[in-house]
């Protein structure tokens, strides 16, 4: 029976088609200005519905045609999606039904996730940084930022604002930003992609049949689920051996930094990158 003891967790997709490198870190202190970057969160959660491992990429979804899960096998699987709360370092155990993969080779993963995800961090910066707020709201500055409650779209007309606090210290506002994933890549004046390679992975969003989901701005429409394919950099291979998975990421990438075009102001705190290290034992 495989055991999988997960997760700090698996991977979400990038939010924006801007850069999306780590963070330049000195001193604890973040030095990036003008591009997006990727950092730490304090607390990440995300609905799985299903994990699978793949001898081959599944075939892409299409407007008219589901995507093909034939040549993989589920090793985890939720009707109505397992909530995880993703902390460095916290182990997490997956509420759902957990299955052996059969004996083979496996060159992909794949996670389906909710498109929905909630982030709540605070960052230290180099210098003094600044919210974006809507017209008649205060606007704060100082060297620490921090996640405010609220949400916003990645496929968006114009900018997000109040989701983000800066001052001298966490203040109490300090909560919750969800981010609804209705876009792969957008950039703020009503464009998105429901599917797109971004290298390290290739992800799709799908309506509740598989098949590809149209994206509108502010809007999650049709939009019932994100489907990522994560090719491995060593193809895991499961014997009569094998007793069990141990699935764990890196989280060092798991918020994104949404900075504007002014240089120092910062729009919101998103879902960054996470991609799965699978150990058998």
């Given at each position: 029976?495989?055991?999988?003891?997960?997760?700090?967790?698996?991977?979400a997709?990038?939010?924006?088609?801007?850069?999306q490198?780590?963070c330049?870190?000195?001193?604890?202190?973040?030095?990036?200005?003008?591009?997006n970057?990727?950092?730490?969160?304090?607390?990440?959660y995300?609905t799985?519905?299903?994990?699978?491992?793949?001898?081959?990429?599944?075939?892409?979804?299409?407007?008219?045609?589901?995507i093909?899960?034939?040549?993989c096998?589920?090793i985890?699987e939720?009707?109505?999606?397992?909530?995880?709360?993703?902390?460095?370092?916290?182990?997490?155990?997956?509420d759902?039904?957990?299955?052996?993969?059969?004996?083979?080779?496996?060159?992909?993963?794949?996670?389906?996730?909710?498109p929905?995800?909630?982030i709540k961090?605070?960052?230290?910066?180099?210098?003094?940084?600044?919210?974006y707020?809507?017209?008649g709201?205060?606007?704060?500055?100082?060297?620490?930022?921090?996640?405010?409650?609220?949400?916003?779209?990645?496929?968006?007309?114009?900018?997000?604002?109040?989701?983000?606090?800066?001052?001298?210290?966490?203040?109490?506002?300090?909560?919750?930003t969800?981010q609804?994933s209705?876009?792969?890549?957008?950039?703020?004046?009503?464009?998105?992609?429901?599917?797109?390679d971004?290298?390290v992975?290739?992800g799709?969003?799908?309506?509740?049949?598989?098949?590809?989901?149209?994206?509108?701005?502010n809007?999650?429409?049709?939009?019932d689920?994100s489907?990522?394919?994560?090719?491995?950099?060593?193809p895991?291979?499961?014997t009569?051996?094998?007793?069990?998975?141990?699935?764990?990421?890196?989280?060092?990438t798991?918020?994104?930094?949404?900075?504007?075009s002014?240089?120092?102001?910062?729009e919101?705190?998103?879902?960054?990158?996470?991609?799965?290290?699978?150990?058998?034992?």
């Amino acid at each position: 029976m495989l055991k999988i003891l997960s997760a700090i967790f698996l991977l979400a997709l990038t939010q924006a088609a801007h850069a999306q490198s780590s963070c330049n870190i000195v001193n604890d202190e973040i030095t990036d200005t003008n591009a997006n970057c990727m950092a730490e969160p304090k607390e990440l959660y995300l609905t799985i519905y299903k994990l699978g491992l793949c001898a081959s990429p599944p075939a892409a979804p299409t407007s008219n045609t589901a995507i093909d899960f034939f040549q993989c096998s589920i090793i985890f699987e939720s009707s109505s999606g397992a909530r995880v709360k993703i902390v460095k370092g916290v182990p997490t155990k997956l509420d759902g039904v957990v299955k052996r993969p059969p004996n083979g080779t496996y060159g992909y993963s794949f996670a389906v996730l909710s498109p929905y995800s909630e982030i709540k961090t605070i960052l230290k910066f180099d210098q003094d940084r600044q919210n974006y707020p809507a017209v008649g709201q205060t606007a704060t500055n100082g060297r620490v930022c921090w996640s405010r409650a609220g949400r916003f779209y990645s496929n968006r007309i114009g900018h997000i604002s109040d989701l983000v606090d800066c001052g001298s210290s966490v203040g109490s506002s300090y909560g919750f930003t969800t981010q609804v994933s209705n876009a792969l890549g957008a950039d703020g004046a009503g464009n998105g992609d429901v599917s797109r390679d971004f290298g390290v992975l290739t992800g799709y969003l799908v309506k509740s049949n598989y098949k590809l989901a149209t994206s509108n701005p502010n809007d999650i429409g049709e939009i019932d689920k994100s489907i990522s394919v994560i090719p491995m950099t060593t193809p895991l291979t499961v014997t009569r051996s094998t007793k069990g998975m141990d699935i764990s990421a890196s989280i060092s990438t798991g918020v994104m930094i949404e900075m504007n075009s002014l240089g120092t102001t910062i729009e919101s705190f998103g879902q960054g990158q996470l991609l799965p290290i699978f150990t058998l034992y």
